[in-house]
T-cell receptor, first 111, second 113 residues
């Protein structure tokens, strides 16, 4: 079983739609959680950290459920520019704060 | 956040040769990380490079194949040695610049022929 699992997609949605991505992690010692965005042929860039209380940044909302070891990302009012691969990422201090990446979920927002 | 300059951005190499990738950071950082991203896959950590000590390698990666240097707190190199077509991949360096922030170099796209 992979340490971080995501549905690879692709998710094809119309502009303006709301889309949700899910991620599960297997290491209960994981302490930090992130969503990264990776555009084609580019490096990953931090989209947002994920906190236990849930957090929102504009159209993006992230949720963490430690009991279920589950992370989600909700994108409202999708834009064409949201098309990218979204990577679920976790780290734990026992691992020297190194990051473990999911395989990513591909999103395509269409007209 | 820290800014990383990674070179080269891409290269095509003959099998059996070696390529050294460089990452220069605009600020001092304790830990630097080297990742590989094979086609269609996510990032896999190769090793963690600490200044003043040997790099720590992940399972499946060895120093003879991927020697790393970390001469100071702003610079690191990764060498891909004795390359084969299976080494064709994107290689990325990364640094942790805060409790929650990691930034990546722009990547080196390696093709081995």
């Amino acid at each position: 079983r992979k340490e971080v699992e995501q549905d690879p997609g692709p998710f094809n949605v119309p502009e303006g739609a709301t889309v949700a991505f899910n991620c599960t992690y297997s290491n209960s010692a994981s302490q930090s959680f992130f969503w990264y965005r990776q555009d084609c042929r580019k490096e990953p860039k931090l989209l947002m950290s994920v906190y236990s209380s849930g957090n929102e940044d504009g159209r993006f909302t992230a949720q963490l459920n430690r009991a279920s070891q589950y992370i989600s990302l909700l994108i409202r009012d999708s834009k064409l520019s949201d098309s990218a691969t979204y990577l679920c990422v976790v780290s734990h201090t026992g691992g020297g704060n190194k990051l473990t990446f999911g395989t990513g979920t591909q999103l395509k927002v269409e007209l | 956040s820290a800014v990383i300059s990674q070179k080269p951005s891409r290269d095509i190499c003959q099998r059996g040769t070696s390529l050294t990738i460089q990452c220069q950071v605009d600020s001092q950082v304790t830990m630097m990380f080297w990742y590989r991203q094979q086609p269609g896959q996510s990032l896999t950590l190769i090793a963690t490079a600490n200044q003043g000590s040997e790099a720590t390698y992940e399972s499946g990666f060895v120093i003879d194949k991927f020697p790393i240097s970390r001469p100071n707190l702003t610079f690191s190199t990764l060498t891909v040695s004795n390359m084969s077509p299976e080494d064709s991949s994107i290689y990325l360096c990364s640094v942790r610049y805060s409790n929650y922030g990691y930034t990546f170099g722009s990547g080196t796209r390696l093709t081995v022929v």
